[in-house]
């Protein structure tokens, strides 16, 4: 589905970061991403996970950091970071504010830096807003991934409090 598409189902007040998020535009944009780093954590250097592998009972994923492979016992994804967000900007509409993060990273990243908001593309105003207290602004809760790719539904995916479309 794409945004059009979506208007026509859902008012323009209704529309969540999730429901953006599954768009079209979106996963076009995200593949945009990853391609410009190399599917690479622009942080750590590392791959997104694969696998499974079993050893005996225990269940574990593979991923290269800096070209070398280790195993570890949780799955690591690629997700696209805002370093700043503009009011009434859909997500796919910026040009040099995504960058790739490994899950380990974006989840430290929104623990220790601001993520801004500005008030319009001069990038001058700022919003206050305020941290999502269920998933720490981050966005998403990575014990529930396996629902809705773990989008946090207290912030909807925004890892903040903030009217989008106002």
């Known amino acids: 589905m794409n945004y059009e598409e979506l208007l026509v189902v859902k008012s323009k007040y209704e529309i969540t970061y999730a429901d953006l998020l599954a768009l079209d535009e979106w996963k076009l944009k995200r593949m945009e991403i990853l391609e410009k780093d190399q599917e690479k954590c622009t942080e750590c250097g590392s791959s997104k996970s694969f696998g499974p592998f079993f050893s005996g009972s225990q269940k574990l994923w593979g991923r290269k950091i800096n070209d070398e492979s280790t195993l570890e016992e949780t799955r ?61 602004g981050t966005g998403f809760l990575k014990e529930y991934e396996y629902y809705q790719g773990g989008v946090c539904f207290g912030c909807q995916g925004t890892g903040m409090r903030i009217p989008w479309n106002d």
Not at 91 to 119: G, N, Q
């Open 76 to 136: 690591k994804l690629l997700e696209i970071h805002h370093k700043y967000y503009i009011r009434n900007l859909l997500p796919w509409e910026y040009e040099d504010a995504l960058t790739t993060l490994c899950s380990e990273c974006h989840i430290k990243v929104h623990e220790t830096e601001e993520i801004p908001i500005y008030f319009d593309s001069s990038l001058t105003q700022k919003i206050t807003t305020e941290t999502c207290e269920r998933c720490g």
